[in-house]
């Protein structure tokens, strides 16, 4: 079955750097987009950055996070620089339904999901 495992969250101050990984298992790894959501307690899940053909990104997140994925060790990674404590939520990595080169950016778009790793970003 199709799993995703997210890791690399954690506590940090504004201005610092994370690196989230996900760990993708019992799925082809490249024809399929992948991309990262994140929530907010008492906010609904938001997208925050896709790779498929190319990268997308949600505006609040450009120029600072980055997107990418290891084919060797089948993990897309989300590198997240200059955080803000407005960055601050659960981050869910996550599949898409279709195969193909567009990165949706619904969460209705995406059929198996990660647990999820917790980002915290102190002022």
């Known amino acids: 079955q199709v799993q995703l495992v997210e890791s690399g969250g954690g506590l940090v101050q504004a201005g610092g750097s994370l690196r989230l990984s996900c760990a993708v298992s019992g799925t082809t790894f490249n024809t399929y987009a992948m991309g990262w959501f994140r929530q907010a307690p008492g906010k609904e899940r938001e997208f925050v950055a896709g790779i498929s053909w190319g990268t997308y990104y949600a505006d609040s997140v450009k120029g600072r996070f980055t997107i990418s994925r290891d084919t060797t060790k089948k993990t897309v990674i989300l590198q997240m620089n200059s955080l803000k404590p407005e960055d601050t939520a659960v981050y869910y990595c996550?599949?898409?339904?279709?195969?193909?080169?567009?990165?949706?950016?619904?969460?209705?778009?995406?059929?198996?999901w990660g647990q999820g790793t917790q980002v915290t970003v102190s002022s």
């Open positions: 996550a599949r898409a339904r279709t195969t193909g080169g567009n990165t949706p950016t619904s969460t209705a778009a995406y059929e198996y």
